[in-house]
Nanobody, 126 residues
Framework: QVRLVESGGDSVRPGGSLTLSCAVS?????????MGWFRQAPGKEREGVAAIIRDDNSRYADSVKGRFTISKDNTKNYLYLQMNNLKPEDTGIYYCAATATGFLTPTLVLRAYKSWGQGTQVTVSS
């Protein structure tokens, strides 16, 4: 059973930056599991933000391309999301998630993810 714990959420002004962290335990097979960040704004459905498999294969939602960067530290078992130039529409609860094994490419498809963290709140407001 993979356990995921997010941290790093905060309130920031538009244009600011934040880095979210996700502590990963339970020894997921990182070579064939997609690890992802999702977010959910009030009144909206949860959506994929970024995903990564292995260390060099990542995928981003169009709305965050060029502003967000997903990365992994396999030695410390952490997943990160560096968020720059934050906008009010980036506000929401951010979740870390992991798929089961067997994936060749990172995915932003919600139903593919089996393990979820509890979420961390990000608020972007002036």
């Amino acid at each position: 059973q993979v356990r995921l714990v997010e941290s790093g959420g905060d309130s920031v002004r538009p244009g600011g930056s934040l880095t979210l962290s996700c502590a990963v335990s339970g020894d997921p097979d990182s070579s064939s599991s997609s690890m992802g960040w999702f977010r959910q704004a009030p009144g909206k459905e949860r959506e994929g933000v970024a995903a990564i498999i292995r260390d060099d294969n990542s995928r981003y939602a169009d709305s965050v391309k060029g502003r967000f960067t997903i990365s992994k530290d396999n030695t410390k078992n952490y997943l990160y999301l560096q968020m720059n130039n934050l906008k009010p529409e980036d506000t929401g609860i951010y979740y870390c998630a992991a798929t089961a094994t067997g994936f060749l490419t990172p995915t932003l498809v919600l139903r593919a993810y089996k393990s979820w963290g509890q979420g961390t709140q990000v608020t972007v407001s002036s």
